[in-house]
């Protein structure tokens, strides 16, 4: 999450479509998708060469399919959508902000929000907005009617400019983001509205997420449970992460013979990456414990085979299969791994996923998905 403006795309997206059914013929293009595929290529086909249009989900795949054949279907687009297009992305923060129900159907704030959007816009009111979204509407459902469905709006060059600035993250006035920020101030949101609070106290060349951790432990100790099992978390993270980076730039270093995963017994780099690995998984697992049995269980089920001490040839097979069963698990079908098994233990490293610089030596989370949205969305809304 990186714009939260696409919470609006959404409350507007409810609107368009509550009326429209999805064709079971073609499961892959129910009508709120649509829409998102309309949005996208209206910020493409008007912006895509502004460098204000950053995080937007799907704008590689959506200027590829345009430039190949102008328009944009379930085949050009997002491989899934339902986790990688706006609508995936957003969709839990959007249900817990009652702006869309589960089903990606119209909640509690949807209508308001709109409303907001619509007075930004110029009109008194979300009712004087309808003839605009009635065209939105009818472009959506002249795209499902397609024998394969697909983006068929008729929109002139000053139409798909129009639903580009309506809908562009970077556009947002006054109505609209107070509304998003009242309702991004509810208390229910527990550290949301502290954090939040803490936006203003740190530069940007000072922010980091320990850095929010830090504070927040101080404004907030009620919290110092949480904290703390995520910064055990990320230690843990940080090990499984460096080590399979060394493992990709060993493979590339390696070229077409392939990297020898027992070589690594000689690798000072891995050695250290991968040092008490099951000491850090057993802290990680404590503290999570504490929190939620739920949680625990979790991270036991997708790293039990790191709880135990391990030299460093078994721990580079293990994170190797790690990956490879991660790869299999992201779709029906599964995704490829990033290496290709030359034998047991040699791996081929794909090229689209060399690494030729060596990896530089690294400290601190390797995930960013707590803070950063927040302080993306602050940057947005103030």
């Not at 740190?202 to 703390?228: G, M």
């Not at 299999?328 to 610089?357: C, N, V």
Request: proline share 4%; hydrophobic share 40%; net charge positive.
């Amino acid at each position: 999450m990186q714009r939260i403006r696409f919470l609006t795309a959404m409350a507007v997206g409810t609107l368009l479509t509550e009326e429209l059914a999805s064709d079971p013929k073609q499961p892959e293009a129910p009508p709120y998708r649509v829409w998102e595929w309309l949005v996208i290529e209206a910020l493409i086909r008007s912006m895509g060469d502004n460098d204000v249009l950053w995080g937007v989900p799907g704008t590689i795949v959506t200027r590829r399919a345009l430039a190949a054949r102008n328009y944009l279907d379930a085949r050009g687009y997002l491989k899934s959508p339902s986790i990688f297009g706006f609508h995936g992305v957003y969709k839990r923060l959007a249900i817990h902000l009652e702006i869309v129900n589960v089903h990606l159907g119209q909640g509690r704030n949807s209508e308001a929000l709109a409303d907001a959007w619509a007075r930004d816009r110029g009109y008194n009111g979300l009712a004087q907005a309808k003839p605009l979204m009635a065209k939105w509407t009818r472009a959506i459902e002249r795209s499902i009617n397609q024998r394969t469905a697909k983006t068929q709006s008729a929109f002139s060059t000053n139409e798909w400019a129009a639903l580009a600035e309506a809908m562009a993250p970077h556009n947002m006035k006054s109505n609209e983001k107070q509304f998003l920020k009242s309702l991004l101030h509810n208390e229910n949101l527990k550290a949301l509205p502290a954090i939040w609070r803490l936006q203003a106290e740190i530069t940007d060349d000072q922010f980091t997420e320990e850095t929010l951790h830090a504070r927040l432990e101080v404004e907030r100790p009620e919290y110092a449970s949480l904290l703390d099992a995520i910064r055990h978390y990320e230690h843990f993270a940080r090990s499984m992460h460096d080590s399979f980076e060394i493992i990709r730039t060993s493979a590339t270093q390696a070229g077409a013979k392939g990297l020898n995963l027992r070589s690594l017994s000689d690798n000072h780099d891995f050695s250290s990456s991968v040092m008490e690995l099951s000491t850090k998984y057993g802290n990680a697992y404590q503290r999570l414990s504490k929190l939620s049995k739920e949680m625990a269980n979790t991270f036991e089920i997708k790293f039990l085979s790191f709880s135990e001490p391990m030299g460093s040839v078994d721990y580079a097979r293990k994170v190797c299969e790690h990956h490879e069963v991660i790869q299999k698990s992201k779709s029906a079908t599964g995704k490829l791994p990033w290496f290709d098994r030359l034998a047991p233990d040699r791996i081929y490293m794909r090229h689209r996923y060399q690494i030729y610089e060596p990896i530089p030596k690294r400290s601190g989370y390797v995930h960013t998905y707590r803070g950063h949205p927040i302080r993306r969305f602050y940057r947005d809304l103030i």
